[in-house]
């Protein structure tokens, strides 16, 4: 194994050229009222950080800071704020994955908030005559609803480790909800991408088509029955989702979508019942964990892919010095190394209530190095590539018959939080596609998710295992990839982002920007990404597309397809100062939000 790198110099230095950045661009949060921000992509300061993809959520988490709340009470405010602003990518109506660092007992933990399956559910849940329904007839129903778990997560969350109440957490987003934000180009064209199916239900007519147009560009969004939504869960407690009149209306909307006379598409109903709410628990698990270089980084264990997946990447990235890689070397052994982990992700990892999932072993460096063995300096693996045996790793050895990797959405939202006390959170949140299901609980301002269509419909391929059928309560396999790197048991920083499958290679090229190549960590994230997944072509953004690098890789047997966008990244930083750097797109989906409490003056 090699663990050459980390020296201090690339972090020091990420920290001048930060510095430069903040001076110039980033507003003075003191001095801005709230809702109001500029977005700045990077700040860095004292008293603590968020990053998000919007200012107005990101102002939101800062405000529960200054209000002495922690990292929790801060990624809950700015989740609740996101279900305003982001609603197509977030919100009540969804799960996600909440992994927290907890500064007083060094130890990290997560919250498992995946949707589950009806307890109805089983193999056949996609099937109609035997035949798989059409993927996008799925995703525009209420059979691709599974039990929202985000207003559990929130829950467990501050009861765990929150200082501040869902009441308190809240409020920022209800007056968000209440006043509105201001609608941009990306509000308004995900609108439009979604607007056909969005005609077929009224009350989403109604809340995203203001007076049956795309809202304009600059126009103030206003979304009252959320305000009221959320100041109803304040004050009742999410016992009003899981057991109480909101759960009823969910479940009459998945049991009944509330389709129009203008209907142009089938909906099919769902199976959700009030049983199915009221059974719904979030999880308590350990972390996923692999040592990197002498770091320990910590994810998501199943039912998200996401940890297993990135440590892998990394475990086999390991074994070579990265840093002193040209660009078009260590691309290679990214792809290639990303191809291989996506070969294992889709044979071992599903539900483990449900499945056997090898997770110690496929975060292992045996393993890694086994599968690592494959990889050639001067040629491309053919794709699919087979399996390894994370139970008994032989040096490129296989463990079953090669599959492709399915279909997931592309449309998530991440947000990372870290306090004055030393708290980190990396929390994804998301509704699957943009605009999940398409159907809006009416009266109630908020989306419902189409999260089951991240199950496999049928089986991959018949003649291997698939961990990732639909079942009864079960869990469908997730990509999210919330991240907290620890150094020497203090924590150094936190990633993660939206993309669905592409989320993982986006976390660990970003990891491996920052970590091994140098790059400050805005700069990480800004970085052109590639993606692959156990497919011939790999995706790369117009920055690599348009690059000499290109070329050197199609020489060595690398097939492309240009990708507009990859991921939308955010993550915090402790500088080796004490200060916290908040990073976050510079270009994609119009830039993110960076925001510390105080960018001046002392800790
Ligand atoms: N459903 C996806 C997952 O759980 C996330 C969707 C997305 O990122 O767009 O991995």
Known sequence: MHRPVLRNAPLLAAGAAVLAVTAAAAPAADSVPHARQAKSPVAVGYGGAVASVDADASAAGIEILRRGGNAVDAAVATAAALGVTEPYSAGIGGGGYFVYYDAKSGKVHTVDGRETAPGSADETLFLEDGEPIAFDEAVTSGLSVGTPGTAAT??????????????????????????????????????????????????????????????VVGSTFKNPDLARTYAELGKKGTGLFYRGALGREVVDTVRQPPVGPDQEHQVRPGDMTTGDLRGYRTKRQAPSHTDYRGLDVYGMAPSSSGGTTVAEILNILERSDVSSLSEEQYLHRFVEASRISFADRGRWVGDPAFEDVPTKALTSQRFADARGCLIKEDAVLESPVAPGDPHRPRACGTGGPAVATTYEGRDTTHLTTADKWGNVVAYTLTIEQTGGSGITVPGRGFLLNNELTDFSFTPVDPEAPDPNLPGPGKRPRSSMSPTIVLRDGEPLLAVGSPGGATIITTVAQTLTNHLDRGMPLVDAIAAPRASQRNAAKTDIEPGLWNSPVREGLEGLGHEFGQSSEIGAATGVQRMPDGRWLAAAETERRGGGSAMVVRPHGRP
Do not use: C
């Open 154 to 215: 929130w829950d467990a969350a501050l009861d765990a480790w929150g200082s501040k109440s869902l009441a308190q957490n809240l409020k920022p987003a209800e007056r968000l909800a209440r006043d509105g934000f201001t609608v941009d180009e990306t509000f308004r064209q995900q609108t439009a991408d979604n607007e056909e199916r969005f005609r077929n239900f009224p009350a989403t007519v109604d809340l995203f088509l203001p007076g049956g147009e795309l809202p």
